[in-house]
């Protein structure tokens, strides 16, 4: 469903991206892996509109977009991000719809926020997530794994066809580690298609049916995770093996 | 809200005067001009911004709907010069925080100059008290009263009444809140955070110059020196009100007992008999307290 076709990124004389080609097909799992400044975080973010690539083109369904944060979602395409972009000022339920607030009719003409509606839909959210997470509470006073989850469910809302997750498991115990994974595997079968950013090696092998490598802004290796190993990843992620 | 009917309380013990209908009156009607302002002022704080160009804001207005009433024309066309104005200053400010992403304490800065000088310069530093075929209405307006209120203050309290509802039920005060609390992310969401941002200066201005032209009613006369200096009470209005100035937080009522309050310290001061240039210390004095009291209160929270 979504393919990159020689996207390169550059900001000022820095090369953060070089060619990169990637496709995605519906219900797959692609770990998405690399150091520090490979290109991770801007692959995501031209993916999720943030970035207009500075040469390629995105396609999805095989015609060529052009990505803005609202047409992403429009499209489908949902991240969550390391930070979690999360406003910690607000309650959960405010966050989760963050730019898409349900509005009613008061008196049939003007329009107010449906406070109601987005408690009993954030809770239901928080439910299918198995989180303990409270609609009203505010972020600031959550649990890195209830912040988590907010951000899981803010992008859960729109049903998405291709989830972004940076880092997803980061910043939570290994408890909240395995629900997070059992989540990706709940995406893939329900034909939602996850691009998984992380560090954490087992994560992906895990979870990700193909691991995609990129080194210094070039992708190095994209293949069936069967077909590789951790020990072989971590040698193209460090340089040690040039491609495969 | 309790600071206010403490100190209230406090005074119609100590001093007579206080209590009576005509300082109550007065009291109501001082803080109505403030209370207005700082409702916009506030919803400019929520996003984590500020607006120093108020005061100069009101003296604009004031001037440009002097004149155009003093050139005989009515009422609405004078108010809507007026408003233009507010708007256009408004509008200046809003474009350059939110789609140059200017900081907003250097361009509001800047805007308390240019619309003060601008009202010099339209005014030619008189002083207009000539309002024209429609002087009695807006004498009326501003300084008249209903139902023994001040008009100004009834013209607060819906205002008031309408601001809550906006922060509470309104998609766009959502938004603005969210910009205070996490601006980046809230740009991630899709929200249109320059538009947002853009509304609120707007907003801030028009309500500077509603209340500009209130109070030349209320005075019966407009110099350019109009509103010089009310930034200072307005922000304090609105952060005593418990508006955070990093952005965030912030309501239409507590805008609204943040001017009563710093108007009920005015007052009490002048009936103590203390001297008025004291009254600069105490007001800054109390926006300083605010913001301690704030720190502890928040302090304590995150600690726990």
Redesign the interface.
Same mark, same amino acid.
């Given at each position: 469903m979504l393919q990159l076709r020689s996207v390169g990124m550059q900001f000022g004389a820095v090369e953060a991206l070089h060619s990169v080609d990637l496709d995605l097909a519906p219900g797959e799992v692609a770990g998405l892996m690399g150091d520090n400044g490979a290109g991770k975080s801007t692959l995501l973010k031209i993916v *999720?509109g943030?970035f207009a690539p500075t040469s390629g083109e995105v396609r999805l369904d095989e015609r060529a977009v052009e990505l803005t944060? $609202?047409s992403a979602?429009e499209h489908g395409i949902e991240?969550v991000?390391q930070?979690? *972009? $999360?406003?910690?000022? $607000?309650s959960a339920a *405010?966050n989760v719809f963050?730019?898409?607030?349900l509005?009613r009719r $008061?008196l049939g003409v003007l329009?107010?926020?449906d406070h109601a509606a987005m408690r009993r839909r954030s809770a239901e959210l928080f439910d299918e997530l198995g989180s303990d997470t409270r609609p009203d509470d505010l972020v600031r006073r959550m649990s890195g794994g209830q912040r988590q989850a907010v951000a899981i469910a803010?992008a859960r809302l729109s049903s998405p066809r291709l989830m972004l997750l940076d880092e997803p498991t980061a910043a939570i115990s290994v408890r909240q580690i395995a629900e997070v994974l059992e989540l990706i595997r709940g995406l893939r079968e329900r034909g939602v298609c996850v691009l998984l950013i992380s560090h954490r090696m087992s994560d992906v092998f895990a979870v990700a049916d193909r691991v995609v490598v990129l080194r210094r802004g070039r992708k190095v290796a994209d293949k069936a995770t069967t077909d590789s190993s951790p020990e072989e990843v971590t040698a193209l992620i460090t340089g040690a093996i040039e491609a495969a | 809200m309790l600071t206010v009917a403490a100190l209230a309380g406090v005074m119609s013990l100590v001093s007579a005067p206080f209590a009576s209908a005509d300082n109550i009156f007065n009291i109501s009607r001082n803080f109505a001009f403030i209370g207005l302002v700082a409702l916009g002022q506030t919803a400019v704080i929520a996003t984590g911004g500020i607006d120093l160009s108020v005061g100069s804001v009101m003296g604009l207005s004031g001037i440009v709907t002097g004149l155009v009433l003093g050139s005989g024309q009515p009422l609405v066309l004078a108010a809507a010069a007026g408003l233009g104005c507010a708007f256009l200053c408004g509008l200046t400010n809003g474009a350059l925080v939110g789609y140059l992403r200017l900081s907003p304490f250097v361009v509001t800065l800047g805007m308390l100059s240019v619309a003060r000088s601008l009202a010099l310069v339209v005014s030619n530093n008189k002083m207009i008290h000539d309002f024209g075929p429609d002087e009695r209405v807006v004498l009326a307006l501003g300084g008249g009263r209903f139902l023994g209120l001040a008009n100004p203050v009834w013209l607060l309290l819906v205002a008031a009444l309408c601001a809550a509802a906006w922060f509470r039920y309104s998609r766009l005060a959502r938004h603005v809140l969210a910009v205070g609390g996490n601006e980046n992310s809230t740009r991630l969401a899709g929200v249109p955070v320059a538009r947002v941002k853009l509304t609120v200066y707007v907003l801030s201005s028009l309500l500077a110059g509603v209340s500009a032209i209130l109070m030349i009613g209320w005075l019966g006369a407009v110099t350019n020196a109009l509103g010089q200096g009310y930034e200072l009470r307005v922000i304090a209005s609105a952060v005593i009100g418990g508006a955070n100035l990093m952005g965030g937080e912030g309501g239409a009522f507590g805008a609204v007992a943040g001017a009563a309050l710093i108007e009920l310290i005015r007052n009490s001061l002048l009936l103590l008999g203390v001297d008025p240039y004291w009254q600069g210390a105490f007001v800054g004095g109390s926006i300083i307290v605010a913001m301690l009291v704030e720190r502890v209160r928040r302090g304590s929270r995150t600690a726990g």
């Open positions: *999720a943030n944060p $609202l979602r991240a991000y930070d979690l *972009a $999360l406003c910690d000022n $607000l *405010a963050l730019g898409r607030e509005s $008061l329009p107010v926020l803010r | -």
